[in-house]
Each structure stands twice: as C-alpha cells, then as structure tokens.
C-alpha cells in the first residue's frame, strides 16, 4: 500500500505543476482563461499539491528507520558506505539524465531565442551544483534546469546525517533523530531565504517520519495491536485528526499532522503491508518505484509539451492546457516515460553505481 501511496503522490506533484502550461515562472498566478480540466473535483490537488512533497521526506525517514531492525536482527553493523551508495545508486542515474535534458533544451532555448520554461537560473553554475546535489540547500536558487530536483538534494543531505547516526549511536537514534528534527525547524524560523527554508523543511519531515518509526510506531502497536479490526482504529484515528486539525491555528495544525495524522496514516499503512507481506511478492511494486521516476521526469516532459505542442496545438480560442485530452496525453506521456526510465536508466544506471563502488572497496 505505501508503493501505492507514493504513487499518488507523485500525480499529485504532477497535477499540481500543471499550472506551469499557463505561467512562465514559479511566483505568478495562472490567468484567468486557466480552467484545467476537473477544476472542481481536482481543485485541493492543483492548489496544495505541493504537500505531496512533505509526506514523500516523511515516508523516507520512516521507511529507512523501519528497516533498522534488519540490522539487529542480522547482527550486522550499519555500513554508512553501502546505505549512501545504495540511495545514490537509486536516485543519481535518473537525476543525471534529466538534468542533461534540461540543459540541452536551455542551449536550444538560447540559441532559438526561446523564452525559458519556467526556470531562470540555467547557467554553468547552477548546473555545476545541479551534478553534485547540492541546487536545493541554500548555496543558490533552486529555480534552475530540472525543478523538481531540489528534492533529491534536500533527501540527499537526510540520508547523510541519518546515515550518520545510524554509524554513531543504536540506543541514542531516537533521540538524536529529535535532534534532526529540531535542527530543521531552527533552520526554517531562522531562514529569510525560501531555498534554504526547503532544508529546513525536508528535515523537518525526513527526521519526524524516522521518529514515527522508532517511537510512535512502537507505542500505537502496543495501544491498538496488529489486527485488521485496531489497522482501521489506527487510519480512523489519522482521518479524525486532520479534519479536526482543520479548524485550529497553523502551528498546532502542524504539529498534528507531524505527530498524529502522518503516524497513524503511515503506520496503518505499514500494517496492511505487513499481511500483504504474507503473499511474498509486493503486488504494487511497480507503483512505488514509478513513483520516482514520474517526480522526477515530469518537468522535462512538461518542458517538452510546452515547447513542442502548446504552439501549434489547435485552441479554437481556448488554451491547449485546458482540454481534458491534453491534460491525459500530458500524463500518459510521463507515465510511459517513468516506465521506460525505470528499466533502462535507473535499472543500469544503478547497476553500474555499485560496480565501480564494489571496486573501489
């Protein structure tokens, strides 16, 4: 179920980011002859979509802590080495090539005279930083090449002070995680700068997921139980919470959704997928991993349409992005991408990652 949720997820970012056919850069409003289809059912989505982003941090730091116990169980010491190699064997090949992407179209948008889609910091620079993840922390505006990406550089910085920890400590994790969690909301009060508030807020999330895993985990299980019958108290008790989180101020608000509407979603969650565990296969893998490659292909494919099929798509005096067919093709178009992506580019591409990290041992 958790592949699943990623899943949807991603489409959200993906619907959310649909305005960006009708702007041409990220601080303006759409226009007033933006009508995208399913405005009234889709509506949450194309307006706060970009929540979808926190709740991936969250799942991240959760999953990552959940498994844990593997380690214990195995008496295996964690490997800082293998765990960074393993997350950058899943998220660089796929990040490198979209980068690549968006480079050559701000070439060609340069050369053509074209305006650019919606970035404005395509230059040696950012792209420079862009290769070694480090365009979303604050050492230059994220606004460049492959938007979505600031992401990976915020997960990447997570993975490396949880890595970390997991290296320091096994009886201090929970608290050190704390730690992590209240360094990014320090990060976010003190930050003038939304690039390096993105920091503060990826850690703010990443650190409060692994916290649900290593305590509020353990304390929901030993209150509700494992059954299918106390699963559905623990979903009922995340659905109770966000509507109730509603109608108190945005502080309080928060802190519900950190602590008690995202653990007892996710951990609901976790517990359906500890049964479908039994079948010994994750009927729903394809999502999870699909996940990633829709975030991140998105943009380029976006970028493409906008430069290539907004032109000369015929608009009978209304704009190509407000057909229902566009806005399928459009999705259609990232999905078959994700899915070549996934078995060519992320699945090779990982695979030599680890050759030359296995090597290099």
């Known amino acids: 179920m958790q592949d699943l949720l990623r899943f949807i997820l991603a489409l959200a970012v993906v619907l959310f980011h649909y305005k960006h056919f009708a702007i041409q850069t990220a601080l303006s409003l759409p226009p007033d002859d933006f009508t995208p289809p399913f405005e009234g059912l889709l509506l949450p989505i194309y307006k706060y ?15 990552l802590a959940s498994q844990l116990s593997q380690y214990s169980l195995n008496q295996n010491k964690f490997d800082y080495r293998e765990f960074m190699v393993k997350r950058i064997a899943r998220i660089y090949p796929a990040h490198i090539v979209t980068l690549l992407v968006m480079g050559l179209m701000a070439l060609i948008a340069t050369f053509a005279n074209l305006r650019p889609f919606m970035t404005y910091n395509d230059d040696l620079l950012n792209f420079a930083v862009s290769i070694f993840l480090l365009n979303g922390v604050g050492l ?20 490396s002070l949880f890595a970390a920890i997991c290296v320091l400590t096994t009886r201090r994790r929970s608290f050190l995680f704390f730690l992590g969690f209240m360094a990014g909301g320090l990060i976010t009060e003190a930050s003038s700068d939304p690039n390096t508030d993105n920091l503060g807020s ?70 359906i997928d500890s049964r479908l565990s039994k079948l010994k296969y994750r009927p729903l893998q394809w999502f999870g991993l699909a996940s990633f490659s ?14 290539l099929v907004t032109e000369y798509w015929p608009s009978n005096g209304n ?22 992506s996934i078995n060519t580019i992320e699945k090779r591409g990982s695979q030599i990652i680890r050759n030359l990290a296995c090597r290099k041992r």
């Open 140 to 159: 230059t505006r994220d606004i460049s090449f492959n938007l979505p990406s600031w992401s990976l550089s915020v997960e990447f910085v997570c993975y």
């Open 294 to 307: 829709i975030y991140i292909w998105h943009f380029p494919v976006q970028a493409i349409m906008h430069f």
């Open 319 to 340: 704009p190509a992005y407000n057909s229902l067919f566009f806005l399928f093709t459009y999705i259609s178009i990232v999905i078959i991408v994700s899915h070549v």
């Open 49 to 63: 979509g970009y929540h979808a982003v926190a709740v991936f941090f969250y799942l991240s730091g959760y999953m």
């Open 202 to 271: 990826g850690l703010i999330f990443f650190f409060c997921g692994a916290l649900g895993a290593t305590g509020i985990k353990p304390w929901i299980g030993r209150i509700t139980g494992y059954s299918i019958g106390r699963t559905a108290i623990t979903l009922a008790l995340g659905i109770t919470s966000f509507y109730f989180s509603l109608s108190v101020n945005l502080g309080t608000q928060k802190l519900i959704w950190l602590f008690v509407t995202l653990p007892a979603f996710i951990i609901g969650i976790d517990q």
